[in-house]
Nanobody, 115 residues
Framework: QVQLVESGGGLVQAGGSLRLSCAASESIFSISTMGWYRQVPGKQRAWVATITSSESRAYADSVKGRFTVSRDTAKNTVYLQMNSLKVEDTAVYYC?????????WGRGTQVTVSS
């Protein structure tokens, strides 16, 4: 099972930007789908963005136009560029990978947006 490690979270003011990284333990070239979810305390994990092996992308309506998901197969890393951050984007962000079998998850990285 592929191991995933997120990084890049932190504290930022509303309107600011952050870039999250998700480093995989093996080649992501042929992993069919990778992406991001987020979770706030007391709520279910919510889907944020997906990127496929063919570079197709999809976004939740709440982040469309502000967030961009990308991948670098040479570095086995998936990114989430987050711009125009809002207080309601505060959450723990989790990376996932669907290589065709069991879904893998990272441990998450905290993003806090202050007003």
């Amino acid at each position: 099972q592929v191991q995933l490690v997120e990084s890049g979270g932190g504290l930022v003011q509303a309107g600011g930007s952050l870039r999250l990284s998700c480093a995989a333990s093996e080649s992501i070239f042929s992993i069919s789908t990778m992406g991001w979810y987020r979770q706030v305390p007391g709520k279910q994990r919510a889907w944020v963005a997906t990127i496929t092996s063919s570079e197709s992308r999809a976004y939740a309506d709440s982040v469309k136009g502000r967030f961009t998901v990308s991948r670098d197969t040479a570095k086995n890393t998936v990114y989430l560029q987050m711009n125009s951050l809002k207080v309601e984007d505060t959450a723990v962000y989790y990376c996932y990978a669907d290589p065709g079998g069991l879904r893998s998850w990272g441990r998450g990285t905290q993003v806090t947006v202050s007003s």
